[in-house]
């Protein structure tokens, strides 16, 4: 194995749409834009607002229309929103404050595919083709294709790399040459580890060079900054993360956070990896998300404090 | 940087000392034997169970006499004591349940020396002589060389390498070839990180080949188990955790616990290092160390559990 770390890396902000979605209590749009507003002035480049998914299932996220009808908008900041089908993009594309680009979930478990989007993988896979028209038709680039349950997952278990890597290849196929700009793998519910990481990894550019590998990781079982090192050593660029690791899947019982973003940025910078993020006002972030919230959120950094020497 | 995983590791539990010591509250004797008790059938070979300072620096420990004496022997384990000098030394040795090795404690930050042991590196040094020659009187094995700080703190800011292992040399210098079996690298504040990491080790194993390193990782600013994983790739066989991640130090304000000894163990499973170590059992012992103190400890398998199939 060679170390590359990557020079940069681009960090996207989950933690608004993973942490309002996963809290039990609906918190009050107001109280979303707060955290959201301080996160845009961190340096962070990429926040992910919301999710545009039915309100009779996800009523945490009822208020989307209005969220983003409110976002203030921040110079170098793009405000994004989850959205996991055609109408959900329609959703999207309604608004005027969001950057909406190509996305499509897809899953390694299958049988995670059928608990959450009641659909076979050959059913998502056709949805992949007819939403990759759509994108087409509509001028939208497509970004990012992501992976769920990459890893393993409570219902098919251990997941493989090359099990993985067979579900990538048959969405390229579908796609015919119109390749999203990154596959995002997602250990959605902390089955991961390091090695896990490095060989799907490496595989994947091995195959695909053209396409950017992005990592999506939940801190289930303390793995989590773990598989963020082992990321960056295969050299990833994308990241995605939540300040104070707020969040979790309402649909995976026992699941945690992504990893925190402010953490993840500690790491880099100490690693001599650009964020762009300014940590002290992460930090101030993490402590805001925890008091909206009410209750003790994982992130290290925001309780450590940074490096500094007593005067 | 080549990988070169050990095939298994000895994982040495602090938790009751590093965790009894740093609460604000003080726990009742019979706290601290249920917590060891549990862990003493999880598997774990060597478990610190307090330490033998003065009662007035740290009314927490002041039970140390009586903790030891009702030790239950458990097959397989082996019960330790930190102790920082001679006085410290004769009270462990007057117990009988405890195995005692010879072992000294230095710190690569002077500032944080004087501020805690109030004592010049010198002086450290000289100690560090008669300590050695009063282990070989006692017919006691020199086991460990521990080295605080060894990354920085916040007395003295980012240490490097090269400064760590000048002490390391002088320390060596004093005890004219009589060496300990290892010198254990603390990240005492949380100033590590994964390439400091693997410096130290990778520069300690080629001046030192005849020694071992080990690692007492603290996990201040969410950099422990990446900082972990840095250990293992350099092929560390020994560290030091804590039970749920139970812990911080007294004089180390905004200290954290030690990276959380089940969160370890799970990582090395999942790359096939062999930990001795039931996780299920040790889960338990999580569980128990976080309603014995009453509050949260950032450990995550205990609420992720353990890798299952739904059945």
């Excluded at 608004?95 to 993988?121: C, D």
């Excluded at 098919?156 to 040459?177: D, P, S, Y």
């Excluded at 956070?257 to 940025?265: F, I, M, Q, Y």
């Excluded at 100490?270 to 940590?279: A, D, M, P, Q, R």
Aim: include cysteine; proline fraction near 5%; charge should be negative.
């Amino acid at each position: 194995m060679t170390t590359s770390y990557p020079k940069s890396v681009l960090l996207r902000e989950n933690g608004p749409r993973e942490g309002f979605q996963a809290l039990a209590a609906v918190h009050p749009t107001e109280t979303k834009l707060e955290l959201i507003d301080a996160l845009a002035q961190t340096g962070v480049r990429s926040i992910e607002v919301t999710s545009f998914v039915r309100a009779d299932r996800i009523p945490q996220l009822a208020d989307a229309e209005e969220l983003v009808a409110r976002l203030t908008p921040r110079t170098g900041v793009r405000y994004t929103a989850l959205y996991l089908n055609e109408r959900g993009l329609e959703r999207a594309l309604a608004s005027t404050t969001l950057e909406v680009g190509g996305f499509f979930l897809l899953a390694a478990s299958e049988a995670f595919l059928k608990h959450n989007q009641n659909r076979t993988l050959d059913q998502a896979l056709a949805e992949l083709a007819t939403m990759a028209e759509l994108f087409a038709a509509r001028n939208l680039p497509f970004e990012q294709l992501m992976i769920s349950t990459c890893f393993g997952d409570e219902y098919q278990g251990r997941i493989e790399c090359e099990a993985v890597l067979a579900i990538v290849a048959q969405a390229f196929q579908r796609l015919n040459g119109a390749l999203p700009a990154e596959v995002t793998f997602a250990d959605t519910t902390g089955w991961g580890n390091p090695e896990a990481v490095r060989r799907l990894i490496s595989e994947f550019r091995s195959r695909h060079p053209g396409v950017e590998p992005g990592l999506h990781l939940h801190d289930t079982r303390g793995t989590g900054m773990a598989n963020v090192l082992s990321g960056l050593q295969c050299g990833v660029e994308r990241f995605d993360a939540s300040v104070a690791g707020l969040g979790g899947c309402p649909f995976a019982p026992g699941a945690a956070g992504n990893v925190p973003t402010e953490d993840v940025a500690f790491l880099c910078e100490e690693l001599g990896i650009h964020t762009g993020v300014n940590l002290e006002k992460y930090i101030h972030c993490a402590t805001l998300a925890e008091k909206l919230v009410g209750v003790p959120l994982p992130g290290k950094l925001k309780q450590g404090g940074l490096l500094k020497v007593r005067s």
